[in-house]
């Protein structure tokens, strides 16, 4: 999951803050997934749901 949102962010040239502001998911949570601190977090339904809709995927994408 990780390396997929970083793939994403990087993709599109967008910043950890834009995509918080967009989703409404915490800018700590995704400043934890992109710099893999807490590789022990999981990946909320809801949380992967506004992702897959941000960014214009399908939810398997953050869910495989």
Partial sequence: MYE???A?????NLTVAEVSRATGIPFSTL?????RRDT???LSLENAAK???YFGVPIEY???
């Fill in 51 to 53: 992702l897959a809709e």
């Fill in 40 to 42: 022990g977090a999981k």
């Fill in 4 to 6: 997929k949102f970083l």
């Fill in 31 to 35: 400043s934890m997934w992109k710099s």
């Fill in 62 to 64: 953050f869910v495989e």
């Fill in 8 to 12: 994403l962010l990087e993709e599109r």
